[in-house]
């Protein structure tokens, strides 16, 4: 038997940070990406996001490498956007993403702040938000690597 208790977040852009997740569809999208991750065995807590990016708050199961859940959660949103016509031109999500980790005491915290994404970034940008995590979590980073602000 296997007992875990790994909490993450994952967050990661839409490639070029191009502002095309529009609020007609957005939900749908976070349920498509809430049920790609619980197929993999891991556990959804929310998705949530705005224009240009998602944060996914999860349960991971020792058995899934984050790499590998990335890559089937950016892969099949992205085939769902295009599949589904929702964006005018190829959808396509930035390569790479950030992830961080959580003990079981910051669950709320970490929720509420997904949750409320869209009234956070009324008064933070993306790449601010992206830079504090990186500080927080005091991963070293290359500029040339992080994600441009809104155009």
Request: charged share 25%.
């Amino acid at each position: 038997m296997i007992y875990h208790q790994v909490y993450i977040q994952a967050v990661f852009a839409v490639k070029y940070r191009e502002a095309v997740i529009s609020k007609e569809w957005k939900s749908t999208l976070m349920g498509v990406i809430g049920n790609l991750i619980n197929e993999t065995g891991c556990k959804t807590i929310i998705v949530n996001g705005a224009e240009d990016h998602v944060h996914c708050f999860l349960g991971l199961k020792p058995v899934v490498s984050i790499s590998e859940l990335m890559k089937t959660v950016k892969a099949k949103s992205s085939k769902y956007i295009n599949d589904h016509q929702l964006t005018k031109h190829r959808f396509e999500w930035q390569e790479g993403y950030g992830v961080f980790s959580y003990s079981h005491s910051h669950i709320d915290n970490v929720y509420k702040y997904i949750a409320n994404q869209e009234e956070h970034h009324k008064k933070q940008t993306f790449k601010e938000e992206y830079l504090a995590f990186l500080d927080k979590f005091e991963v070293p980073f290359d500029e040339r690597y992080i994600f441009e602000d809104l155009k």
